[in-house]
């Protein structure tokens, strides 16, 4: 199996000593990337950071602008209990792609940069990020850079409070129900993904407005799903449940 292959058939640590083997065979070759996903998963998150920084050094080295793995390594520094400086790498992933030195965004125009600033803010009741971080989203709304499918579109839009959650459940998941896009997402990578960010920043929502119950109620239903590896907002769900003793899987 290939490192990548093991990383999603959840074997972290052969995952990780492959990409190691890989990052000490080739170094030419940014394997960086694949190895702070593995690290990710392990939980070794001040390693995880040393090796998305690494990636997003030779990213950049052969394409200016380019800084892909910004998210990552802010989330990686939340994780190590830097919330300070992962929401500070955050604002400059945001600040980035609003002055043109950082050319790397999402389908919706980056918008995965400001949803993570937004979370951090509404955590660390930081109303200066926490303005910041929905006039970046409502800019890139008005500006219409994402396509008509493009997610993580609507979760911007329930940020901004223009789509409900039963609405972005039915966008990218096919339905209003939770528990049926729970049953799709058992057998569907792409519906697991849209679903770990709808219960996540749905849960934030939760959280802005002072429902703290409703809250952790989406974080463990998004803990609760199969790791899709790709999606950052499956480790702060997890360090989430984790702090408030909502460990559990179903």
């Not at 394409?63 to 520094?77: D, E, H, W």
């Not at 918008?111 to 803010?121: D, H, K, M, R, T």
């Not at 219960?199 to 989406?218: D, H, I, T, V, W």
Request: glycine residues 10%.
């Amino acid at each position: 199996m290939t490192p990548k292959e093991l990383l999603f058939a959840h074997r972290y640590s052969e995952a990780a000593a492959a990409f190691q083997t890989l990052v000490v065979q080739h170094p030419e070759q940014n394997y960086y990337g694949g190895l702070g996903d593995a690290l990710l998963c392990l939980g070794k998150f001040a390693e995880a950071v040393a090796a998305f920084r690494k990636a997003n050094e030779i990213k950049g080295r052969k394409l200016k602008g380019s800084s892909p793995y910004l998210n990552q390594i802010g989330t990686a520094m939340w994780l190590a209990g830097d919330k300070m400086g992962a929401m500070a790498e955050w604002h400059s992933a945001v600040s980035g792609i609003l002055d043109g030195s950082i050319l790397y965004g999402d389908l919706a125009g980056g918008a995965n940069q400001g949803l993570l600033l937004w979370y951090a803010a509404v955590t660390l009741k930081n109303s200066t990020d926490h303005g910041y971080a929905l006039k970046y989203l409502d800019r890139l709304k008005r500006k219409k850079t994402y396509g008509a499918d493009a997610w993580p579109q609507p979760v911007l839009m329930m940020v901004l409070g223009e789509q409900s959650f039963e609405e972005v459940l039915t966008d990218g998941i096919g339905s209003p129900n939770l528990e049926t896009c729970l049953k799709t997402a058992r057998t569907d990578l792409l519906k697991r993904r849209y679903l770990c960010q709808a219960l996540f920043y749905g849960a934030c929502r939760e959280r802005e407005a002072g429902n703290n119950p409703g809250c952790m109620s989406k974080m463990q239903a998004c803990y609760q799903l199969e790791n899709p590896i790709i999606e950052l907002e499956w480790y702060l769900a997890r360090n989430e449940c984790q702090r408030n003793g909502a460990l559990t899987k179903i």
